[in-house]
Nanobody, 126 residues
C-alpha cells in the first residue's frame, strides 16, 4: 500500500484546512486509516482513526470537536477536516494504514500501523 498525503499549508489561527490521503490497493475499505502528527522536537502523536469495517472512529482529546476524519472508499481516500486551528496544531501530519484488525485500545499506537505516507506540513500562525 502506498499513501500520498496532501492539503497542508499555512493558515491563521481559527482557520480551516482539509488534508487528504490517497491510497493504492484494492481492499481500501478493509484498512484501518489514521492520522498522526509530529511537531519539531516532539514524538509522533495520534490524531484520529477511522475503522470503517468495525465502525470505530477515535480522536485525540486535543482535537475532538474540531477535527473530523472521514473516508471515501470509492476514491481510496481518507480526509482530515481541521477547523478552529490553533498554533499548537502546527506539525507534520502523516496518514497511516493497517490491513489487519486490532483491538480499539491499540488504534492510537504509532507501532500499530504498517504503512505511512510522506507527511504534509500544517502551520498555524497566531
Amino acid at each position: 500500500v502506498q499513501l500520498q498525503a496532501s492539503g497542508g499549508g499555512l493558515v491563521q489561527a481559527g482557520g480551516s484546512l482539509r488534508l487528504s490521503c490517497a491510497a493504492s490497493g484494492r481492499t481500501f475499505s478493509r484498512y484501518l486509516m489514521a492520522w498522526f502528527r509530529q511537531a519539531p522536537g516532539k514524538e509522533r502523536e495520534f490524531v484520529a482513526v477511522n475503522d470503517w469495517s468495525g465502525g470505530n472512529t477515535l480522536y485525540a482529546d486535543s482535537v475532538r470537536g474540531r477535527f473530523t476524519i472521514s473516508r471515501d472508499n470509492a476514491k481510496n481516500t481518507v480526509y482530515l477536516q481541521m477547523n478552529s486551528l490553533k498554533p499548537e496544531d502546527t506539525a507534520l501530519y502523516y496518514c497511516a494504514a493497517r490491513a489487519n484488525r486490532i483491538v480499539v485500545s491499540a488504534m492510537r499506537r504509532v507501532d500499530s500501523y504498517d504503512y505511512w505516507g510522506q507527511g504534509t506540513q500544517v502551520t498555524v500562525s497566531s
